[in-house]
Nanobody, 122 residues
C-alpha cells in the first residue's frame, strides 16, 4: 500500500505564491509518474501537472503553464508544485497522485492523497 501525504495548501491573495509538497511512503515502494490534480467546487477533478520518475520530463495543463512548475526528489519520493501568480480560479482542493509500474505516457492515478485546500482571494 502506498500513502501520499500532501502539505502546503492555504489562503493566498491573487498574484501570490504557494508551494505544495507530496511525500509517498509504503512498503516495497515503487513509484513512477507523480503529479497533481485539482477539483474546484461544483466542477470535475482536472489534471494540473505531472512528472516522470526521473524528474526530467514535466508536463502541465495549459491553464497553469508559465505560472506553475512541478519538480521531484526521486530519492525522497516527493513531488512539489510551485504555484506562482495565483488567480482566483486556482482555488480548489489539490490532490497528489502517483503511479506504480508500468510507467505510461500519462499519469493514471494509481494512488491518491487526501487533498489540500488552496484558496486564492481576489
Amino acid at each position: 500500500q502506498v500513502l501520499l501525504v500532501e502539505s502546503g495548501g492555504g489562503l493566498m491573495q491573487a498574484g501570490g505564491s504557494l508551494r505544495l509538497s507530496c511525500a509517498a511512503s509504503g512498503r516495497s515502494l515503487i513509484i513512477y509518474r507523480m503529479g497533481w490534480f485539482r477539483q474546484a467546487p461544483g466542477k470535475e477533478r482536472e489534471f494540473v501537472a505531472a512528472i516522470d520518475w526521473s524528474g526530467t520530463r514535466p508536463y502541465l495543463a495549459d491553464s497553469v503553464k508559465g505560472r506553475f512548475a512541478i519538480s521531484r526528489d526521486s530519492a525522497e519520493n516527493t513531488v512539489y508544485l510551485q504555484m506562482n501568480s495565483l488567480k482566483s480560479e486556482d482555488t480548489a482542493v489539490y490532490y497528489c497522485a502517483a503511479d506504480g509500474p508500468p510507467q505510461l505516457s500519462i499519469i493514471r492515478g494509481d494512488y491518491w492523497g487526501q487533498g489540500t485546500q488552496v484558496t486564492v482571494s481576489s
